[in-house]
């Protein structure tokens, strides 16, 4: 039997404006998304029927996201039968790292792989934009300038000579992007060049400018979790350069040059942070997913 083997990453966003309403209810948005080297681990199988096991039973109903890109793919003629996806998760769910985003895009480009050994672009591409605004850029990773909803992408030059530090806050907010998205107020939206800047920035090869990380979601964010105000404290007083927050949160990352600048930083965090707030250490990534086809 085949099966397709899948590393899906998690993403940052290294800035993230939203420019405002879209006559459609979405937001207009621009950041630059980065895959890093925080994986969840997908085996992707032909079966008689769709079912999906995974690692967190938390996530395991209907609506988790790979389970809903295997039956988009297989209503469209992407494989035959059904198909039987084991997600081991590691990347902390609705957090801000598109955790289950690039699980869809991992399920969408293996069972494209299991039907004809070839990534199918515009299946892909079409389904994609279908199944949440970051699922396009989860489909080929590195680092891109994503506007509109999230699925215009202009790929970038990719990071380099940086270490990242994540830290994850046990801060649950139920439905959270929607929330978060409502709580906007007229002086959270913007016009999109201070990102456009940094997207040029990084094309130019330099180091990434803390003051073009801003957030449009901190505000807000701060408003339902008033407590994530100390978390950020206690990571500057632990040597983070900047501290800046990836989607709509709760993860807060700083960069660093070296892998040891980055352990110094999570020493100190974790004689600070309560046990419950998830800490990684990671580097930029490139191509997204990473895919190996097992024939047994």
Known sequence: MTTVRALAPAKLNLGLEVLGRRPDGYHDIATVMQTVSVFDR?????????????????????????????????????ADGGASIDLTKRIPAAAGLGGASSDAAATLIALSRLRDRTQRAEITGELAARLGSDVPFLTRGGTALAEGRGERLRSLRPLADVWFVLVVPAATIPRKTATLYAALAPEDFSSGERVRHLAASIDAGRSLDPLLL???????????????????????????????????????????????????????????????????????GGRAPLIRIDDR
């Open 42 to 78: 997908l085996a992707v199988a032909p079966a008689r029927e769709v079912r999906c096991s995974v690692s967190d039973a938390a996530l395991a109903g209907d609506d988790n996201l790979a389970l809903a890109a295997a039956r988009l793919v297989l209503s469209h003629g992407g």
């Open 214 to 284: 801003a957030n449009a979601f901190w505000r807000p964010l701060l408003g339902l979790r008033p407590e994530l105000a100390e978390v950020k404290r206690a990571f500057s007083g632990a040597g983070a350069p900047f501290v800046a927050l990836s989607g709509s949160g709760p993860t807060l990352y700083t960069g660093v040059s070296t892998i040891v600048e980055a352990r110094v930083i999570v020493r100190r965090l974790r004689e600070t942070l309560p046990q419950d707030v998830r800490i990684f250490v990671c580097r930029p």
